[in-house]
């Protein structure tokens, strides 16, 4: 097995966010080379903002036949979904998944959430949905409302944003490791944005931030899924080195991954390196 199942589907492809930026349609024509690589099964849906959708940008990019699969960000808000998605239709493009802020840091993000299960009801072709949190005022009380929701059957989950171009928006170890056990005491799925760019936490020497590693965050998921608490799962993320990460990975690779859906990025060579150097993914080899 070329790509282990713990690390299935873990990176969406982000390409045409910062700081890649990459122009639509190169974005395209590389995600189809993804998508037929021997690492395929790492890559996840290529991720569009809803307004270069209904900016038409996307418009013979694609051909209908092909069944193109996208993940749609919400930057026009939850209210500008319903047209992005009907830009999509004509083009053939099948939205896997919906993915839009509630709220903006300091506001409750309650009214948000309810407009976003409001939407989903609407829209039940969408395979999954996520509702980015901000990790201030009113968290707790909107996972609990995912997960009620959740629980019900309703195909929704938390999106946290782990980094971005102010320090505020880079979360502790202690406080993405409180998310991590709080979404698994409420059996609620998340997905993560921004900042992960390797595998291990690292400091940035152009910013001087300092972002949490993709396969930190997979030790600090696997952990807490074990019944760790805060405490145990923060010292994994805090954790810069690799040993101490990798080896809980490398244990589990035959595993499905848990409550940690993935995240997106604006590289797929930059992880997929990352797992190669580590031993994690043995670089289009067959085991």
Same mark, same amino acid.
């Given at each position: 097995?070329?790509? $282990?199942? %713990?690390?299935?589907?873990?990176?969406?492809?982000?390409?045409?966010? $910062?700081?890649? !930026?990459?122009?639509?349609?190169?974005?395209?024509? =590389?995600?189809?080379?993804?998508?037929?690589?021997?690492?395929?099964?790492?890559?996840?849906?290529?991720?569009?903002?809803?307004?270069?959708? @209904?900016?038409?940008?996307?418009?013979? %990019?694609?051909?209908?036949?092909?069944?193109?699969?996208?993940?749609? #960000?919400?930057? @026009?808000?939850?209210?500008?979904?319903?047209? =992005?998605?009907?830009?999509?239709?004509?083009?053939?493009?099948?939205?896997?998944?919906?993915? &839009? $802020?509630?709220?903006?840091?300091?506001?409750?993000?309650?009214?948000?959430?309810?407009? %976003?299960?409001?939407?989903?009801?609407?829209?039940?072709?969408?395979?999954?949905?996520?509702?980015?949190?901000?990790?201030?005022?009113?968290?707790?009380?909107?996972?609990?409302?995912?997960?009620?929701?959740?629980?019900?059957? &309703?195909?929704?989950?938390?999106?946290?944003?782990?980094?971005?171009?102010?320090?505020?928006?880079?979360?502790?170890? #202690?406080?993405?490791?409180?998310?991590?056990?709080?979404?698994?005491?409420?059996?609620?799925?998340?997905?993560? @944005?921004?900042? +992960?760019?390797?595998?291990?936490?690292?400091?940035?020497?152009?910013?001087?931030?300092?972002?949490?590693?993709?396969?930190?965050?997979?030790?600090?998921?696997?952990?807490?899924?074990?019944?760790?608490?805060?405490?145990?799962?923060?010292?994994? +993320?805090?954790?810069?080195?690799? &040993?101490?990460?990798?080896?809980?990975?490398?244990?589990?690779?035959?595993?499905?991954?848990?409550?940690?859906?993935?995240?997106? !990025?604006?590289?797929?060579?930059?992880?997929?390196?990352?797992? #190669?150097?580590?031993?994690? &993914?043995?670089?289009?080899?067959?085991?």
């Amino acid at each position: 097995m070329q790509v $282990p199942r %713990l690390f299935a589907g873990l990176v969406d492809d982000a390409a045409v966010f $910062p700081p890649g !930026s990459a122009p639509l349609p190169d974005a395209v024509v =590389a995600h189809r080379r993804h998508r037929s690589a021997w690492y395929a099964d790492l890559v996840g849906p290529l991720l569009l903002p809803a307004s270069a959708v @209904t900016a038409g940008e996307l418009s013979g %990019l694609v051909d209908p036949a092909e069944g193109y699969v996208i993940g749609l #960000i919400g930057d @026009t808000g939850i209210d500008g979904l319903p047209v =992005a998605l009907s830009f999509l239709a004509p083009d053939g493009v099948t939205v896997r998944q919906l993915e &839009v $802020p509630v709220a903006k840091r300091g506001e409750d993000p309650s009214p948000g959430v309810a407009a %976003l299960l409001r939407l989903i009801d609407k829209t039940r072709a969408v395979e999954s949905c996520y509702a980015e949190v901000p990790l201030t005022f009113g968290l707790m009380s909107a996972l609990d409302a995912l997960a009620e929701a959740r629980a019900a059957g &309703v195909p929704v989950a938390a999106k946290f944003r782990t980094g971005g171009l102010a320090a505020e928006l880079f979360p502790t170890p #202690i406080e993405l490791a409180a998310v991590i056990c709080a979404c698994r005491d409420r059996e609620l799925p998340f997905k993560l @944005t921004a900042g +992960l760019h390797h595998a291990v936490r690292h400091r940035d020497p152009e910013t001087g931030f300092t972002h949490h590693g993709f396969v930190n965050v997979l030790a600090a998921a696997l952990a807490a899924a074990g019944g760790a608490e805060v405490d145990a799962v923060a010292e994994l +993320l805090a954790a810069t080195d690799p &040993v101490r990460v990798v080896e809980g990975a490398r244990a589990e690779r035959d595993a499905a991954r848990p409550l940690w859906i993935g995240y997106g !990025s604006c590289s797929i060579e930059e992880p997929l390196t990352d797992l #190669i150097r580590l031993g994690l &993914v043995n670089g289009g080899y067959d085991e």
